[in-house]
């Protein structure tokens, strides 16, 4: 446990820069663009209402008030997201290519470590779900920030104010922040096991080169059909025979099956048939 540990703190330390330019960068999107979006609101209310003369009844009822749902839907606030999510992505791929690709044979010495190669596994992962968390925490302390935000800076009369509660049910957010507890261990088991299956997909490319691509491939495919078979068996065979609850543990029992099998297969390229 200690070494896992080790290796964990040792691969958080290396995109622990580039990972806080991603939180800043957030931040500052969300804080800057709040401020922006209101001021055009208020600028536009401004001059329909003392310029163009139009009550303030109907500029509302024109326009609308102002709410933390047009400030979602901007590229202020869905940017820095969709930012770190795809940076995440590329770095599900990197936090292993880099190892072999840098300036020294650092796979080699990483592997020859006096530990089990599975520990190596487990602490990518364990980086990647807790950047993973780490920018959810982020989102979930800002949201009543910028709602705060925004009400400093947009007058009552023009603004509907959302609890935070309402605000994590827009739309994409639900994603992010589930609702309820069958979601959340759905979204994101789901999204672990995910990682787990591009990560033995890689160790198929390092242990066979060529080869190793296409039986990647293929272990996804699987994988992924393996993940949604409860779904598809009962949406298009047993037309919706099962209830939800019992779908879910179905999905549950599957996603904890490819979860063991990425595990395996990982652990067992690992150690009979990596190269470094």
Known sequence: MKRYLKLVDFEVKRFLKLYLVLLGVTILSQIIGLIVESRAYLNRANVVIYKDLVPKDEFIEQYGKMSFLDFSQSVWFLGPIMLCGVVLIIYVFFIWYRDWFGKNTFSYRLLMLPTARINVYFAKATTILLFVLGLVALQIVLLPVESQVLQWMVPGEFRTDLSVNTITNINYLTTLFPSTFIEFVLYYSGGIAAVFIVFTAILFERSFRIKGIIYGILYCAVSI????????????????????????????????????????????????????
């Open 225 to 276: 059909l393996i993940f949604f078979a409860p779904i598809f068996i009962n949406e298009f065979m047993l037309g919706n025979y099962f209830y939800p609850i019992e779908l879910f543990f179905l999905e549950l029992v599957a996603g904890l099956l490819v979860l063991a099998c990425a595990i395996w297969t990982g652990n067992f390229l690992l150690k009979n048939k990596i190269r470094v």
